[in-house]
C-alpha cells in the first residue's frame, strides 16, 4: 500500500528528479524555485497563508517501505489573481462570405483574455516513468488525492476547477505553436518565455496583440495540434472527461495546450464525499470496493495523509484494513474522509 501525503522540506531531491520530467511552470527543474514551492505548501497545509485562496497544496506519493517517490500532484487554490492573473486564448470561429466570388471560409479565430479571480486549478502531476500504470495506478492516486482534499475543505477552494493540459510538444520540448504565435509576439524562444513567466507575465500582456489572431495564418501542422493533448497526456484527458471535465474553447497561450474546466458541484467524486468514522472490525474480505481515505492534521509534522484501500461502509462507519489503519496514524472512533476510487465503489 501506497501513502499519499503532504510534500516535506526533506523531499526536496526527489521532487526535483521527478521535475526533470516535466519542468513546467508549476513544477520547475529548479531546486530553489522548488524549495519556494514546497515552503508555501507546507504553510498552506498547516493554515499558515490567512486567505485561503492564496494557498498551493503539493501531494507526493511515497512507498513507505523502499523510502521513496512515486510522484506529485498540486492543487492551486486560485489561478489568476489581480497580481498575476490567468492568461489564455479565447478559439472560436469567424465566418466570411463573398458573394462576387460565391466563396465562404470559416476561420479559427484566436483572442487573448485574463482571469483577475480565476478558478482552483489542478496541475503538476508528474508520475516517474519506471512505476506508470500498473495495478498501483499511482497516476490516478495523485489525481484523485486533489479531489479529495477539495472535497474534505470546499469552502477553501473555488467554484470551478481547472486543469490545462499538456500538448504535444517537439523534439527538445520546442513547441510548434509558440514558434509560430508567441515568439513573433516577443522575440523569446519557448525555454525562455516559460521561465520568465513563472516570475511574471506582464510580458504577455503587453506584447501579445490585444484583438484576433487568424489561426488560419500558421502552418498546418499548428493549426491541427492546437487545443490537442500529447500522447503521454491522453490518459489524463480521458480520465479528467470521465469525472465531468469539458474542453472550453480555451488555450495556453504558450503552448497552445487545451484548458478544461469542471464545475465542483458536479465532479462525481466530490459529489461522493463522505466523513466517517473508523470502525474496529477489520474489513477483510468483505470490501464492497476501493476508496480513497484521508486525515488531516494541521498541527503535526505530516499534515494531510491517504490511502488508497478496500473498505467497506456501514451506515456512518467505515471498515478498513490494519495497513490502511497504520498508514493513516488513525483508531477505531476516529473520523476519516472517503471518496470512490474504483468504478465499483457505491457512491459513499
Known sequence: MLLLRDAQRSDLKELARLSARLDSVNLPHDERALAAIIEKSSRSFGAKIRDPLQ????????????????????????HGTRESPCTFLDVYEREHYSSTLDQHFRHKVLSIGYHFD??????GLVVHPEDRGGEARPGKQLSYVRFLYLAMFRERFREKVLAELMPPLGEGGKSLFWEACGKRFTGLDYQEADKLSRQNK??????????????TLFPPRVQRLLGSVGRDTEPVKEMLERL????????DPFDGGP????????IPVVRAHRRLRVSAEDVGT?????RLVGVSRPDARIRFRAVRTPSRLDGDDLLLTPEAIRLLGVKP????????????SPPG
Open 286 to 290: 468483505r470490501a464492497d470496493g476501493e
Open 333 to 344: 472512533g476516529d473520523r476519516v474522509h472517503a471518496i470512490p476510487f474504483d468504478t465499483r
Open 118 to 123: 480565476g478558478p482552483t486549478e489542478i496541475g
Open 55 to 78: 494557498r498551493t497544496y503539493v501531494f507526493v506519493l511515497e512507498d513507505p517501505r523502499a523510502g521513496r517517490l512515486l510522484g506529485t500532484s498540486m492543487l492551486i487554490a486560485q
Open 259 to 266: 484548458h478544461y474546466e469542471a464545475a465542483v458541484a458536479e
Open 244 to 251: 465531468g471535465f469539458r474542453y472550453v474553447d480555451r488555450v
Open 202 to 215: 506582464e510580458f504577455i500582456q503587453q506584447l501579445f496583440p490585444p484583438g484576433e489572431m487568424y489561426a
